[in-house]
């Protein structure tokens, strides 16, 4: 008994208050929150700090390092995984034993379980993005090399991102890292969430008593085809003549308006002769936009929710009519100070303390755009705010 060994990386508490003399099922502490979760094999427990709300899973040792270790290494490559925060050994405990590990991650604010949805309301018109997006979070981890081994609807979270939704994986335990993965191994994934997400419709409709219709079981399926098709689109080399060198910027375009990132670019004659060339993109991760904002601003936004507020910036920059890539750099500086970080406070004023107030500035973004389009005009902020208000914040209505 005593004091667990506890690796926590930096601007996060020590977690040292926490009863680790007991199993986290048996805490009756006052930063335990009750939060509704999917379903899942081990104790989980959420905790609140100043800093922010913690998920904390209890798994044998070797497993818990394992989970920490790969989410560490996963989240420096990609965006949508769930943010490792520590880990706990209870030594004295034999290894083998549930509660000798523990796995400490950031709550992904504003996400809720797939599950959750498809017991609840179902995905209605939202559909399609909802299983694009199960689809490209599955892309994404294959592109990066992480074969996650137990993609179910209890371990794939999902949030507004603007005017899409983002998929998020939490959930390592099973997942390995590879250098790149082989075809072999993605079918083997792909199957894998198959039948995840088959046996979690039926697990459903058994809860509920009811039949369980072609068309739920088949959303795996549903999902590995779009999988596919988003694979397809990204992987595929394109060959050009000598004077179709456009195409490669083309190309790239592409890949950046689907959010990915072009890491590099080979290019290798044709082995069918002439003087045309097979052109071959790297693609990496769908974090095109929201790198972008970063480096411009330092503003923390999810893909599509940074593709909208980059183009306010070009907004403001057209209006202050900066061109040269200083005279950017300031504006995007002055843009953040004069305009976004104001309306961030005056939002966080109107809305309730637990609204994602990103989305809400994207809400307000979009509005403003209507409000143009329908008036042809540039509507101003304030206007544009006080209208927005009225209306009762509206959201971004759903495209099917
Ligand atoms: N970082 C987090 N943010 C938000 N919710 C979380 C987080 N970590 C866990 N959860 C919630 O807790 C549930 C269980 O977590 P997790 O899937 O890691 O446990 P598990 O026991 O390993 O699951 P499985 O049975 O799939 O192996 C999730 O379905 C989710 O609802
Ligand atoms: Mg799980």
């Known amino acids: 008994m005593g004091t667990p060994k506890l690796h926590i990386r930096p601007g996060n508490p020590d977690f040292l208050d926490l009863d680790w003399d007991r199993p986290i099922d048996d805490w009756d502490h006052e930063r335990l929150v009750t939060i509704p979760t999917g379903i899942h094999r081990h104790p ?50 034999d290894g083998s034993i549930e509660g000798a590990g523990a796995v400490i991650t950031r709550y992904v604010d504003h996400a809720f379980p797939y599950r959750e949805l498809v017991q609840g309301s179902g995905f209605g018109a939202r559909r399609n993005q909802m299983l694009d997006a199960f689809a490209g ?27 899409q939704i983002e998929a998020i994986m939490i959930d390592a335990e099973t997942s390995r890292l590879y250098e790149t993965m082989t075809a072999g191994q993605r079918r083997e994934d792909i199957e894998i969430m198959i039948m995840n997400v088959a ?50 910027g083309e190309r790239i375009g592409r890949l950046n308006d689907l959010g990915f990132d072009a890491e590099d670019v080979d290019l290798t004659p044709d082995p069918s002769g002439g003087d045309r060339v097979v052109v071959k993109i790297a693609v990496g991760g769908r974090n095109f936009h929201s790198n972008r904002l970063r480096e411009l601003t330092r503003i923390e936004a ?53 609204a994602d107030l990103v989305q809400a500035y994207c809400d307000f973004l979009h509005h403003r755009f209507i409000l143009a389009r329908r008036q042809e005009r540039d509507v101003p902020n304030d206007e544009a705010f006080q209208s927005w208000i009225d209306h009762g914040h509206p959201g971004y209505e759903v495209e099917d």
């Open 199 to 248: 046996g979690g419709m039926a697990d459903i409709a058994a809860s509920q008593g009811t039949e369980v219709d072609d068309a739920d079981l088949n959303l795996g399926e549903d999902v590995a085809e779009r999988y596919a098709a988003l694979w397809t689109e990204l992987q595929h080399d394109i060959v050009i003549g000598p004077d179709e060198r456009y195409r490669i």
């Open 137 to 163: 979070l599955l892309v994404q981890l294959h592109l990066t090399g992480c074969f996650w081994g137990d993609c179910s609807l209890s371990n794939v979270l999902y949030r507004y991102d603007a005017n």
């Open 302 to 354: 999810s893909e599509n929710q940074a593709r909208q507020i980059l183009s306010d910036l070009q907004y403001h920059e057209a209006r202050l009519g900066s061109t040269s890539a200083t005279g950017k750099a300031i504006a995007a500086i002055r843009w953040r100070v004069d305009v976004f970080e104001p309306l961030m406070l005056r939002l966080a004023e109107t809305r309730e303390g637990e």
């Open 44 to 93: 989980v427990q959420f905790v609140a700090y100043t800093e922010g709300l913690y998920a904390i899973k209890e798994l044998p040792r070797d497993l818990a390092y394992h989970e920490f270790e790969t989410l560490r290494r996963l989240s420096t490559r990609i965006r949508p995984v769930a943010r490792p925060v520590g880990v706990v050994d209870r030594h004295w405990l």
